[in-house]
């Protein structure tokens, strides 16, 4: 079989920012600084330092090694272990695709929030803080009733989605020599923005008391399974695995290149990012609390409430520099969504299709662009926010977790993890041991498997996801429906014959 030439990183540090670019995203600021809050403050870093290290930095270390081993994508590299294996490396491309789908959307979402902070559109002080959920719902999004109730697409929002796949299309049509260079400004400039937005946070009337929300310790909490299940499930989401990317990026490392310590730098560089956005978050939320005399449980900390409708308020009331602060937040969402909407959409679907049918780098990103924005269409319509929560409640909560652990299950009972670490181990300055195989065997797998079935089977299982209702359908059908549609098609891509073993150029 012909092998094509494997494209390269131009050095390490690219190859550091694109992994880091990837890993850090929006979760970072909305989801880390609530969870923090919400189960005990300064005491959840200790289960979340733990899961990171007996849980996500194994994970990481496994990716990148079978990417440089086996010199090939998920599906490949799959394939590497057995060709009845391959299937297992599909399905992470489809949880990929379908993220990217709609995670581009809310990049576009960030956009339009960026143009309307120049004017602070929906409103200055009282009325514009009481006016800040209408705004979102109501105008952004123009949400319909009910995820049967599609309606047409919110034109503005489908223009800007068509140009966030134009800027992700340029940057990935070029491959890993210029997604590494771009990263190292789009990892860069965020930082620098927090940096600023952490400044204009703690000189605000009310930070401190904010802060002390964020990371006052609760001990108690440790001995309740919801805080492990938070912390462990935040891991699974933060380091973007799962999700074939990183294996993808880890077939463009250098034979000689470190990969364990490559892991352990991108692992604690977005804990660290994510920690640091907790004190420009919660210092604006504490701000909050004093400007509308308000306690902070009626302050809405996390998701896409704390993004699009929180800062809003606090842009609204804040006594200068109102446009400019909103600006910065939504350009820090921008660029930290755009890092990882490249490594999905490239990295997670384009460099396996490549790998698989031998199509050029410019044929396979065209083709991921095209498709991916048309299914984003959906969500640009009145009834896509319901869709996209359902579609994120199947990929990005089930279909990483399930075939992350399937996929540590598989290397350490079939394939051997003593093989990946001894090649890991080659050319690393810090050599992991055989504990390192038993993390891969039960502890990881273990702790993916306690999440699904605590937040997910235990709540889906007995009611309907979020009571929708599409015909005889509910939310949960749904989400069973999308699974086991990505698993055929993953199932049936094993099956096509091909004779190329490489992505083209």
Known sequence: MAEVTRERWTGRAPFIFAAIGSAIGLGNVWRFPYMTYEYGGGTFLIPYIIGLIVMGIPWMMMEFGMGRLFQRSAPGAFEGIGKKWEWLGWWPVWVAFLIVTYYTVIIAWSLRY????????????????EGAGDFFFGTVLQLSDGPTALGPPVWFILGLLAFVWLVIFLIMFRGARIIGKVSVVLVIVPWILLVVLFIRGITLPGALDGLNFYLTPDFAVLGSIDVWFAAFSQIAFTLSLGMAGMVAYGSFIARKADVNNSAIITSFSDAATAFFAGFAVFSTVGFIMQAMNIPIGDVSASGLGLAFVTYPVAVSMMPGGNALVGILFFLCLFSLGTTSAYFLAYGGVAVPLMDKFGWSRIKATLIVTIVAFLVGV????????????????????????????????????VYGPRKLREHSNETSDIKIGAWWDWLIRLVVPGGLIFVVVVGGFMKDGKEQYSGYEIGALGGSDIIWIILGVTLIFSILLSFIKTKTTGGGE
Do not use: H, K, N, P
């Open 114 to 129: 960026a143009i309307s902070s120049a004017t602070v559109e929906w409103g200055m002080g009282q009325a514009g803080a």
């Open 378 to 413: 959906l969500y640009t319509t009145q009834g896509g926010l319901y869709w996209l929560d359902m579609v994120d409640r199947a990929v990005c909560f089930y279909g990483l977790l399930i075939t992350g652990a399937l996929a540590c299950l598989v290397i350490g009972w």
